[in-house]
Nanobody
Framework: QVQLVESGGGLVQPGGSLRLSCALS????????MGWYRQAPGKQRELVAA???????NYADSVKGRFTISRDNATNTVYLHMNSLKPEDTAVYYC???????????WGQGTQVTVSS
């Protein structure tokens, strides 16, 4: 069974940066498409970035040019580098495995990102 553990969130001022990490255990990481999702209060969870096993990436329009997703297959870790953060980026961030474009693993506890002055 796939287990996902997110970390790296925190409080940051607008314009600041954070790097989120997601460690995956229990399966063959390098073959999976991995995604970062976020859920703001009162809103549905949304996919913000995805990365394929070969490194191809996709981003939501709202984060394009500011966020970068990357992966380290040697350590079964996927990262989300977030720059130029805005208050509207405030949310709990989760990672998951994607199958046919949909989340396929059990959700972890997520990591809170708060962008505020």
């Amino acid at each position: 069974q796939v287990q996902l553990v997110e970390s790296g969130g925190g409080l940051v001022q607008p314009g600041g940066s954070l790097r989120l990490s997601c460690a995956l255990s229990g399966s063959i990481f390098r073959t999976y498409v991995m995604g970062w999702y976020r859920q703001a209060p009162g809103k549905q969870r949304e996919l913000v970035a995805a990365i394929r096993s070969g490194g191809d990436t996709n981003y939501a329009d709202s984060v394009k040019g500011r966020f970068t997703i990357s992966r380290d297959n040697a350590t079964n870790t996927v990262y989300l580098h977030m720059n130029s953060l805005k208050p509207e980026d405030t949310a709990v961030y989760y990672c998951n495995v994607l199958l046919a474009g949909r989340p396929a693993g059990s959700w972890g506890q997520g990591t809170q990102v708060t962008v505020s002055s």
